[in-house]
């Protein structure tokens, strides 16, 4: 195990997603028949934020060869 290397490939990708979403002015529409629902700004940033720490993996391990 001394030639592996452990990379954290979490925070970048999801730290460009949430800036990109939050300065954007991302907004998502819901609508049905009787409820309409709207969501934007840091509330859809959150949400996306929880749902990406989630979904994405915390950290690989690579051989530092590989590298």
Known sequence: ???KLIL???DKPKTAALLILGL?????SI???NISFSISGM???AIIGVLLN???P????????DL
């Open 54 to 56: 989630r979904g994405l």
């Open 31 to 33: 609508v049905t028949k």
């Open 58 to 65: 915390k950290e690989r391990t690579v051989n530092k060869y």
């Open 24 to 28: 954007g002015g991302a907004a998502l």
């Open 8 to 10: 954290d490939v979490h």
């Open 1 to 3: 195990m001394k030639n």
């Open 43 to 45: 509330s859809l940033v």
